[in-house]
């Protein structure tokens, strides 16, 4: 109660007055100087009922329980709100440079991201996230996924692997453990992100975030791997075929405008998995989006065959929840050793191969050298 607080100055009637409060002998004085310094004084009730006997004068305002009540918790939230200030303070100081990221969210707001978490976003800074709902940086299919198990990580230990989309357009796994901070008014938690290591950094560094595939730094390296096999191999040996047959879905863009790009791209990494030998490489490009390399092929007659699997599996339309989407695809198949006779013109003549596919028009095969 703030008048309590204050240094308050009296005069000779008034401290008359408040002196025989005490004194049950002495009868209350009822002049109206003594009324009009008891007014000034606006004291809580029970402030002068802890003093003594409480005369009764109707002229004396007192102050109403509700009333007195919303000061208090005005204090209250006024002390909150300064350990709020100095919680974060306590906060900053262990999470803010720390390898891992550091998420604090209330009720589906982020309420505080540390350096690590920011920098993996690829955003400027602090304002960028905060305040905005956590979900806006979590890939949409997996948001239900997060929705789930949140109650899980909190009380079993359990930890759940999320896509976060980034500032760029690219998205991050991360695997992240939560803890439940205890507040009455909110729903309250940290998510605490993996450390960042250089082996977590080498690894996202070979595959794709969105389809988990090796990414074509990757491919270049089991491309050069298998030539070299083919290559060491006694004089006497006669070399294996290498295939390498690259994609470029040419319609990508309007699967873009749509916001199912990834979706297609997704599906159709699935379905080249499942649809070609395990000992195949199903890779993501740069310009081209899929790449397959066939190792130890026979003959021309088996590596036909192949091609014809991946072509039924680019023609066979993708369905979502409400259309079913065709495929616009060239495809472009170079052959080691007759007539690339190195890895990188395994490579230059695929993409060759590609470009011709393209400019005939597209929706075919082109083999280079054919």
């Known amino acids: 109660m703030s008048d309590a607080n204050h240094n308050l100055v009296f005069d000779t009637d008034t401290i008359n007055f408040l002196e025989g409060i005490g004194d049950k002998s002495s009868k209350p004085k009822t002049d109206l ?44 939230q006024d002390f909150i709100e300064d350990a709020d200030v100095h919680l974060k303070d306590i906060i900053n100081k262990v999470f803010k440079n ?39 940086f979590v890939v949409k299919e997996d948001w239900n996924l997060l929705a789930e198990n949140i109650g899980e990580m909190l009380t079993n ?19 992240f453990d939560a803890v439940y901070l205890p507040d009455n008014q909110h729903f309250t938690f940290i998510l605490i992100g993996s450390k960042i290591i250089t082996k977590i950094n080498l690894v996202s560094g070979l595959y794709d975030d969105l389809t988990g595939l090796p990414n074509f730094y990757l491919l270049e390296d ?11 191999k006694d004089i006497r040996q006669k070399k294996n075929m290498i295939a390498l047959i690259g994609v470029s879905i040419d319609n990508l863009k309007s699967f873009k405008s749509l916001g199912i790009d990834d979706f297609i791209l997704r599906k159709i990494a699935e379905r080249l998995v499942l649809s070609l030998k395990k ?29 014809k699997r991946v072509k039924a599996a680019l023609d066979e ?29 395994l490579i230059e003549q695929a993409i060759l191969a590609i470009q011709k596919a393209q400019h005939d028009g597209g929706k075919q095969v082109v083999i280079f050298g054919a």
């Open 33 to 76: 100087s003594i009324l009009s310094s008891a007014k000034k004084l606006n004291v809580d009730l029970d402030l002068l009922e802890s003093l003594g006997e409480t005369p009764k004068f109707n002229t004396i305002k007192q102050t109403s329980k509700p009333e007195k009540q919303e000061m208090d918790d005005f204090v209250v």
């Open 98 to 136: 720390s390898e891992r990221s550091f998420v604090i969210v209330r009720d589906d707001k982020i309420e505080y991201a540390n350096k690590t978490f920011l920098k993996i976003l690829g955003v400027s800074g602090e304002d960028d996230v905060l305040k905005k709902n956590f979900l806006k």
């Open 157 to 175: 230990d359990k930890s759940l692997m999320v896509r976060l989309k980034l500032a760029d357009n690219k998205v991050q796994r991360m695997n």
């Open 222 to 232: 089991r491309v050069q791997m298998a030539v070299n096999a083919e290559n060491y």
């Open 279 to 307: 000992t195949f490489t199903v890779a993501t490009g740069l310009k081209y989006q899929f790449w397959i390399l066939i190792t130890n092929v026979d003959n021309l007659e088996n590596l036909d065959v192949e091609i």
């Open 317 to 345: 339309p993708i369905a979502d929840n409400f259309a079913e989407h065709r495929l616009e695809t060239s495809v472009g198949v170079s052959i080691f050793p007759d007539p690339a006779a190195s890895a990188k013109k």
